[in-house]
């Protein structure tokens, strides 16, 4: 008797993942998974289609995004999902909009505008009306209910648990109490016992380059190292979940001190002992050495039993300099001063002589 699946693809050019050479062949999908790759000839299905000419792989996964908002008006995460991306990772460098309160939601949009150029009209009206949460439970939820193109998972992003214990200001003022971080780790937890995957910072002190819509450090950029130990602990105890860690210690002039950095993730990963992702392993044609010696670092870590993983970038990145929203000078001073405000009062700077110098 023939098998009967719910999907036959024909003809394709087979991709698997496992590095093996390419070849073609059918493959049938039972009950949402790969039943079967070739011998489908006398197989029937509810559907069939013809892949000839096409390759056939699994998805993507793109492990860093800021679908955050653009998830509630384009349920294909556009450019990603146009890509074969097949499943997104949300929540990232501490940024996010849950836990929110009601009147912080414009605030919390306002914070994406400048580090990551997500318009503030956009997201007040393709996710501003759909803003139904207030907890993170209820902001997984709603992504729930939120139709999809490409699957979804998310972090834990440390910056709303700041906001919620301790309020936008304050949180730039001074360090939590032991009893405002217990608070943060209990909504932490909280939010990984209904699916959260683990938690997400990005911590480039005072002198940050990418920082809030008025020019101010995020606030994760502030955090302490012992503050990121406590959150890594979290994971340690429930031996659950992984974190994502955009970290950077500077020294004199708010230059980068790379090896205190790199010793950093090491000891988060010593305490959490569950996965780091390391960010970021990029190439570079005027250091022709700069992945290779991360890379060397990663295999020194995992011969030491630390769970490093190194996000790579390999893209060959052009950037358009508008004025606008662009925001990779935001360690500079003048930079900064010179690009707040709106319209009219930046055109106004830019004419000034002395700024301009």
């Not at 009601?102 to 150029?117: G, H, I, K, Y």
């Not at 974190?243 to 959490?272: M, N, Q, S």
């Not at 970021?280 to 030491?304: F, I, Q």
């Amino acid at each position: 008797m023939a098998s009967h699946y719910d999907l036959i693809i024909k003809n394709g050019t087979i991709v698997d993942g496992t590095r093996a050479p390419r070849y073609q062949s059918d493959l049938a999908v039972k009950d949402g998974k790969i039943a079967k790759i070739g011998g489908l000839k006398t197989a029937t299905a509810d559907k069939v289609l013809d892949a000839n000419g096409m390759i056939v792989a699994p998805g993507f996964v793109d492990l860093h995004t800021h679908y955050d908002a653009q998830y509630f008006w384009d349920p294909y995460c556009t450019m990603s999902g146009w890509h074969g991306v097949t499943s997104v990772a949300i929540g990232n460098c501490g940024f996010g909009f849950a836990p929110c309160r009601v009147e912080d939601r414009d605030r919390a949009m306002q914070s994406m505008t400048r580090n990551e150029a997500i318009p503030l009209k956009t997201m007040q009206e393709g996710m501003g009306p759909k803003m139904d949460w207030v907890t993170f439970p209820e902001f997984l939820d709603t992504l729930d209910r939120t139709p999809k193109g490409v699957n979804c998972l998310t972090y834990v992003p440390l910056g709303p648990l700041y906001v919620w214990v301790m309020g936008w200001e304050e949180t730039k003022k001074r360090r939590p109490t032991k009893a405002e971080l217990d608070k943060m780790i209990d909504l932490l937890n909280e939010a990984m016992d209904h699916g959260a995957c683990g938690w997400s910072s990005q911590v480039l002190g005072a002198n940050s380059m990418q920082r809030d819509f008025d020019a101010t450090p995020m606030i994760t950029d502030l955090q302490t190292d012992e503050e990121l130990l406590t959150f890594g602990q979290v994971l340690a105890d429930r031996d659950e979940g992984f974190i994502e860690l955009t970290y950077e210690e500077t020294g004199e002039e708010g230059l980068p001190v790379k090896p205190k950095t790199l010793k950093f993730f090491e000891k988060i990963a010593a305490v959490a002992k569950r996965p780091i992702i390391y960010q970021t392993v990029m190439t570079s044609d005027a250091d022709p050495e700069l992945h290779r010696d991360k890379l060397k670092w990663l295999e020194e870590c995992h011969k030491k039993g630390l769970r490093m993983h190194g996000q790579g970038q390999t893209n060959n990145a052009l950037i358009e300099l508008t004025f606008e929203d662009f925001n990779g000078f935001d360690n500079t001073a003048g930079w900064r001063n010179i690009t707040v405000g709106n319209h009219e009062e930046r055109m106004a700077k830019m004419q000034d002589p002395e700024l301009r110098q």
